[in-house]
């Protein structure tokens, strides 16, 4: 795998928004429709310009991306196309260099994503009923 990590810029808000929407019809078979369409528009508008995003590419193609905000990993989402190749592991073990990051939230009803999490040291530190956005997803808060 040849692969560089390069910090995004508004530039890549369209295949920022492609790889979090295969990636979430991928993984959040929980979430509703509606929400799904929320989300796709508020990441962009409200989220993405306001935090550093760095995206992993290999052969000019942008496999994933991820972000980290006051020690908190806030964004980590691999195009399904791409998932289970090492990207996200590569991505994530890049963000923790550049940032020290120790804690991460996830949504309770992806099983996968905690388990990645879990094999990279994280554990079970508390539980919301809701998400940030205050929607009714429970997430999984995990630190170091």
């Known amino acids: 795998m040849s692969y560089q990590i390069v910090k995004a810029g508004a530039k890549d808000y369209p295949r920022i928004m492609d790889i979090w929407a295969s990636a979430v019809q991928a993984t959040h078979d929980f979430l509703t429709e509606e929400d ?78 905690i388990g990645f999490y879990e094999k990279m040291g994280f554990k079970q530190v508390g539980r919301s009923e809701k998400d940030g956005s205050g929607k009714n997803y429970p997430i999984i808060h995990m630190a170091l």
């Open 36 to 113: 799904f369409n929320y989300f796709k528009e508020v990441i962009p508008r409200d989220y993405l310009p306001h935090l550093e995003v760095y995206l992993i590419t290999d052969t000019n193609e942008t496999k994933g991306f991820a972000s980290v905000s006051e020690g908190n990993l806030e964004m980590l989402f691999i195009h399904d196309d791409s998932r289970g190749k090492g990207y996200g592991k590569k991505l994530y073990q890049f963000m923790r260099a550049q940032t020290g990051f120790t804690k991460l939230d996830v949504n309770e009803q992806n099983p996968q994503a």
